[in-house]
Each structure stands twice: as structure tokens, then as C-alpha cells.
């Protein structure tokens, strides 16, 4: 299904409700053009069970009763394999601080894919190249359906892709695992990470020890948080410890490197809890929707030559395409751009090894600038440590 939405009235700070809804049609077959001048395309994922009516809305986005977030939730109902998803649908001046501009180091080449970089000689610029409003300075701002991959340089000694590239997302939050201080904790109570031993003394601490004198929680989640990142005692080799941001009686663990998954965590105390879960994803599924975009121009009329009797005004179209174009490269990555893998429209791929550090990237290699109205990342939980 199609949501045809009217620009004048989308406020792209996001402002509620978003744009007056025009109208709504099927899902047009490849190489349809329809004129959307004036308006932009929201296009719901094929599967994804949504009704819109006179009470249909976009922003706020993160309400669960607006467009985008009821689309996200139908659309991993329908595939009940997956646990979590992301999703970016570019509709507003937010959304745009998803996308990475800076110079990247690795975006994907012949030497960090799966499989096989094709054997194009195309190779990656130095940083995303694509057409993006900015989230920040004097012209702020993003129309819907306008963010695009650009397309293969045509000139210079090297031929470079297009592409856009997303900021990294941090996966901790969906399989997180912590330790809370509850209150007072007796002495000689421990904390097993990993098979190596945290013990609890009355006092100043030794090797591989944390002071619980105080009885105070969040001092004590403080001590625990020192004696896990101390050089000298036996963990902070594999694993990193922080106070949780919105409650400090709660201490974050994250495994070193973000791969490791094989971080176990058990505990024998009195007002200790700890739950434990891999963190990130070894898996995931991608749907995205991509177009071609055409203006025609503007012709008032003259008397002679070749327009006249000619009074046609200019025509914005949208061309839709394939989901997988011969030059439309997806990638996934779980380790911050290390290593990345194809991804092919909704099917599901193995990544390997798990990892929390999220990022995608979308590789034109085409000669035709292409637009990306959106995204949609699913991923399972992982089972905990054996």
C-alpha cells in the first residue's frame, strides 16, 4: 500500500500531526510513473496489515498509534521469527541524524564483504556520497522521499559508487545484560563473571574485590563499576563496566570486543541481581523501498520556435523499481563497518558472529541517482550463554 501525503502541510520539524493524507493506493507494478508533484509517497511494506482513516497521523513518530511506528509493529508481526525492529522512513529534520556524512575508513570494498565484492571497477569514495537535507545550521531540513544515492562518478581516475551510509546503532539495549544493587550486601558475597570471581569485603578492597562498607546501593554499584574496569584485577581483559545513565543503583556490562559472546555472569548475594543476555545480533532481515525520480521541464507558451503553442508546467514523477536493481548493493554490518554482508531483500542472513554496533549501507554502483524513501532492520534475540 501506498500513503500519498501532502508537503505543504508536513511539518519536517516534526510537528503533529505531519502531513494532510491525500489518498491511498495498491502497490504499483515495476516501471509504473506517477506524477507527485506537491506530495510525497509513504509506501508500507508488503505484508504489513495497516488501516488509515481520518485519524491517521505521522508525528510524533515515536507514538505508537502514528503511521511509522504502527507500520514497524505490523510489520514484524508478521514475521514472529524476529524479536526487535529498526526502521528509518526519512520524515523528518531527526531522522536525518541517522545518516553518516564524515569521512568512513570502511565502507565496503573487495576486502571486507560477503560474499565476494562484484567485479566492478567501482570502488568506495572517502565518505557517503548522496543528496541529504542537513539536521544542523542555517539550512535545516528534509522533504520527505528526497534522500538519494548518487550515482557512480563519471569522470577522474578512479569511478567511485553512490551511497548512503547510517550513523552506528548501539544494539546493547535490546540484549542487555547488568548487575543491580538492590540495597546493603553482605560481606563475602560474589559476583561471577565469566568464571572469574568478584568478592565483596568490609573494607578497602584487594585483588579482584569491591567495597560494600558503606551500605549505601549506589555507592556500592559504584564500587563494583571500579573493580571490574581496574587494570589489575581479572576483568576488564573481556568485559567493560558503567553506571546505567537513568538508574545508579544498575551497572552496565558490556563484553570486550563486542563480539565476544560467551561473557557468563552469575551471582550468590543478597540483594545482587543480575540478568544476563548475549548482546546484539549474529542475524538479520531487511526490507527497504528505493525509486527513480524524474522532472520534466517547464514550458510556458511562445509564439514561435520549437515551444510553441507549448504551456506545459513541469512535472514531478516518481518511477517505481525493482527492490533489487542489477547496481543496488545492501549491506549490513555488526562490528561498526569492519566487516559487512550483502543482504538481499527480505531474506534472512547469517552474520557470523554477533555484534552490537549496527550499520548499513547502501551502495549505488548505477549511473542513475537513486532514492531511498526507507528501512526496515529485523533481528532476533540470542539465546544466552551455555
Not at 510537528?15 to 491511498?24: D, L
Not at 526502521?87 to 569521512?103: K, Q, S, V
Not at 548487575?179 to 561471577?192: E, F, K, M, R, Y
Request: glycine share 8%; with cysteine.
Amino acid at each position: 500500500m501506498r500513503i500519498f501525503t501532502d508537503i505543504a502541510t508536513h511539518d519536517t520539524a516534526g510537528v503533529a500531526p505531519g502531513g494532510r493524507i491525500i489518498r491511498t493506493d495498491s502497490s504499483p507494478e515495476e516501471g509504473d510513473v506517477t506524477p507527485v508533484n506537491g506530495k510525497f509517497i509513504f509506501t508500507v511494506p508488503e505484508g504489513a496489515a495497516l488501516e488509515i482513516d481520518s485519524s491517521s497521523f505521522y508525528f510524533p513518530q515515536e507514538d505508537a498509534d502514528s503511521i511509522p511506528s504502527r507500520t514497524a509493529a505490523e510489520f514484524l508481526i508478521r514475521y514472529p521469527m524476529y524479536d526487535h525492529i529498526l526502521y528509518n522512513f526519512y520524515l523528518d529534520n531527526e531522522d536525518m541524524g541517522g545518516i553518516d556524512l564524515a569521512p568512513f575508513a570502511t565502507l565496503p570494498d573487495s576486502t571486507n564483504t560477503t560474499p565476494a565484492y562484484p567485479s566492478f571497477t567501482i570502488v568506495p569514495p572517502s565518505q557517503a556520497r548522496c543528496q541529504a537535507g542537513r539536521t544542523s545550521g542555517t539550512d535545516v531540513g528534509m522533504v520527505p522521499n528526497s534522500l538519494a544515492m548518487l550515482p557512480r562518478t563519471a569522470a577522474g581516475s578512479n569511478t567511485f559508487y553512490g551511497c548512503i551510509l547510517t550513523e552506528t546503532v548501539d544494539l546493547w539495549p535490546y540484549n542487555p545484560c547488568y548487575i543491580d544493587v538492590l540495597g546493603p550486601v553482605p560481606p563475602a558475597s560474589t559476583i561471577t563473571i565469566a568464571g572469574f570471581v568478584l568478592t565483596a569485603v568490609n573494607g578497602a578492597p584487594g585483588v579482584d574485590e569491591f567495597d560494600i562498607s558503606s551500605g549505601n546501593a549506589v555507592t556500592i554499584a559504584t564500587n563494583i563499576v571500579n573493580a571490574i574496569n581496574l587494570g589489575t584485577n581479572s576483568f576488564s581483559g573481556f568485559v567493560t563496566a558503567a553506571i546505567d545513565p537513568t538508574n545508579p543503583t544498575r551497572v552496565q556490562l558490556r563484553p570486550v570486543p563486542a563480539s565476544n559472546t560467551s561473557v557468563t555472569l552469575t551471582a550468590a548475594a543478597n540483594n545482587i541481581e543480575v540478568v544476563e543476555s548475549h548482546p546484539g545480533t549474529d542475524e538479520v532481515m531487511m526490507w527497504w523501498k528505493v525509486g527513480l525520480e524524474s522532472t520534466t521541464e517547464d514550458q510556458g507558451f511562445a509564439g514561435q520556435g520549437p515551444g510553441a503553442g507549448e504551456n506545459s508546467p513541469a512535472i514531478k514523477s516518481h518511477t517505481e523499481t525493482n527492490p533489487e536493481p542489477p547496481n543496488l548493493f545492501v549491506y549490513a554490518s555488526v562490528d561498526d563497518g569492519v566487516s559487512w554482508f550483502q543482504i538481499p531483500y527480505l531474506e534472512p542472513v547469517d552474520l557470523v558472529t554477533a555484534g552490537t554496533e549496527l550499520r548499513l549501507c547502501f551502495v549505488n554502483a548505477g549511473q542513475q541517482k537513486a532514492y531511498l524513501h526507507g528501512f526496515c532492520v529485523l533481528f532476533p534475540d540470542l539465546l544466552p550463554p551455555l
